[in-house]
């Protein structure tokens, strides 16, 4: 695959993108925007008419997250990775997820070598920086439970020793929330782990007809060319962590985060690992929002794809048809933000 120059897409400056400032000047801002969006329209080639489904992807790899894409068979799920993978210039593994499926196949396994008696480790697909975890639900808990260590930990452990995975390193896992036969729910603990969760849905009838014009998708992804190298990709993963957030911004994402515990529809509420989750990917929509400070706003906005499928809704909730994303939009509309209290 050939890769265009990061100048293209706004090379970053090292006197703008100075690691010893802790504040971002407005160069860094526009440097990162320039640089977002261009990886933006670059996936927005394959990934047709769903511009919101790409950003918060985006979003999720630049706050270091996890991704759960959970939608219907045929709307994406895949392309969405594939085309993310290839603009970023990352290395993608892909681990098809079923009932026979064992550890060892995604961590990797040590192998005996008779001509020098010593046992050699052999990775699996998990060592790559973008790993796609297609229907993960399909596969048995134990096989789940695989990618808890390099989920959290960014490491995976075989016979006693440690491995570290590739920077950047993240997991996009699809599941159809539709069908259940065959299938091992995911538990809460490995919800948890993914900072957001996505649909994608159908097509608009004219990105659809797009669709049908240019239907050999899996060659075009293939086609897809980098507009951002492994360094463009470190340094504005470094830049999110580097954006402001106000004191009182803080205190608002505590109280959305002790109104999910009190809310009458909620049994299990957000941990404080959403909680942090909420802030990191807010820093992120700052950023790729033209700004270098966190306001209400990028909470708002990001808040229902990072806490809802965290929230464990009661029985007789669940019964009445509510869902978490009424919950957290109750949530919104209810907790007063700083700026507007008396």
Request: charged share 20%.
């Amino acid at each position: 695959m050939t890769t265009t120059s990061s100048a293209d897409t706004g090379q970053f400056d090292t006197s703008s993108t100075n690691h010893a400032d802790t504040t971002l000047n407005e160069g860094a801002v526009a440097q990162f925007v320039t640089a977002f969006d261009a990886i933006a329209a670059n996936m927005e080639h394959i990934v047709r008419g769903k511009p919101v489904v790409v950003r918060q992807a985006l979003l999720c790899l630049l706050a270091q997250g996890h991704l759960l894409v959970e939608d219907v068979p045929g709307v994406g799920k895949t392309t969405v990775a594939k085309a993310m993978a290839q603009s970023v210039e990352a290395k993608m593994g892909r681990i098809q997820f079923t009932p026979d499926l064992l550890p060892a196949d995604v961590t990797g396994i040590s192998v005996w070598k008779r001509d020098t008696a010593e046992f050699e480790f052999r990775p699996g697909p998990i060592f790559n920086n973008i790993v796609l975890a297609d229907e993960i639900n399909r596969a048995s808990p134990k096989t789940q439970s695989a990618l808890l260590e390099a989920m959290a930990e960014e490491q995976v452990t075989v016979d006693g020793t440690s491995y570290r995975l590739p920077q950047p390193f993240m997991v996009v896992a699809t599941q159809n929330p539709i069908e259940s036969e065959g299938t091992y729910p995911l538990p809460d603990s490995q919800l948890d782990r993914f900072l957001m969760r996505i649909s994608i849905g159908y097509p608009r009838r004219q990105d659809e007809l797009s669709i049908l014009e240019t239907h050999e998708t899996r060659h075009l992804v293939e086609k897809l060319t980098a507009v951002a190298t492994e360094h463009d990709l470190n340094t504005m993963v470094t830049m999110v962590r580097r954006v402001q957030i106000a004191p009182e911004l803080r205190t608002y994402l505590v109280d959305i985060a002790e109104a999910t515990r009190n809310h009458p529809s909620v049994e299990l509420g957000m941990s404080p690992r959403a909680t942090l989750s909420l802030q990191q990917v807010s820093r992120a929509h700052a950023l790729a929002s033209q700004r270098a400070f966190v306001t209400d706003d990028d909470v708002k906005a990001v808040a229902a794809s990072v806490i809802s499928h965290r929230l464990v809704l009661r029985p007789e909730a669940l019964l009445q048809g509510t869902t978490a994303e009424r919950v957290v939009a109750d949530i919104l509309e209810s907790v007063a933000v700083p700026y507007d209290r008396v």
